[in-house]
C-alpha cells in the first residue's frame, strides 16, 4: 500500500468561504490520491492554524473523518507554532545542543582544542546553525539560553 508522504495544503483564511474552500481542496486531494491509488493516512494528517485573532472553529475532514487540530507542528525539522514566534523551537534546538555537549563532555574527557571544536561544530553547533533563520530572537531569556559557552578547559 502507498501513501501520499508530506502533501500539504493551505489556504489564507479570512471568512466562513475560505474555509469551505480550504475543505474543498481536501476534498479534491483525497480524490487525486484515490484515482492514483495512494491513500492518505487519515491519523498524520492534522490542520493547524497561523496567525493571531483567527477564527478557529472551523473544523476540517479527509475521508469523513475529522482531522486533529494541533497547536504546534515539526516540518522539516523546524517547529511551527500557531503564532509562528518559534519558541518551542528555539528551547528545543538549545536543549539538543546541551545534550550533545554533555556526551562531549562525559564520553571525552581527555581532549585537546582541535579535537572539541571538530566535536562542537559537528555535534553541538550543526543543531543551532539548521533552520537559523527562525533564531530572530528578542526575548531576552531566549537569548540567555542560546548563549552556550564552551567549558573552561577548552579555551
Not at 478557529?56 to 515539526?74: A, D, F, P
Not at 511551527?80 to 564520553?107: M, P, S, W
Request: hydrophobic residues 40%.
Amino acid at each position: 500500500m502507498l501513501f501520499e508522504d508530506d502533501g500539504k495544503l493551505f489556504k489564507d483564511v479570512i471568512c466562513d468561504e475560505d474555509h469551505k474552500a480550504l475543505q474543498l481542496g481536501l476534498n479534491a486531494l483525497q480524490d487525486w490520491s484515490n484515482k492514483w491509488l495512494l491513500k492518505l493516512n487519515n491519523l498524520k494528517c492534522k490542520t493547524v492554524f497561523f496567525g493571531r485573532n483567527i477564527n478557529n472553529n472551523y473544523t476540517y475532514s479527509v475521508q469523513g473523518t475529522q482531522l486533529e487540530r494541533l497547536e504546534h507542528m515539526k516540518d522539516l525539522g523546524v517547529i511551527f507554532d500557531t503564532e509562528l514566534n518559534f519558541v518551542q523551537h528555539c528551547k528545543e534546538k538549545i536543549n539538543t545542543a546541551y545534550l550533545y555537549l554533555g556526551i562531549i563532555k562525559r564520553n571525552f574527557i581527555y581532549l585537546d582544542e582541535d579535537a572539541f571544536v571538530i566535536f562542537y561544530k559537528s555535534l553541538v553547533r550543526s543543531h543551532l546553525k539548521y533552520a537559523n533563520s527562525v533564531w530572530n530572537l528578542h526575548e531576552l531569556g531566549l537569548i540567555n539560553q542560546r548563549s552556550l559557552k564552551r567549558p573552561d578547559a577548552c579555551h
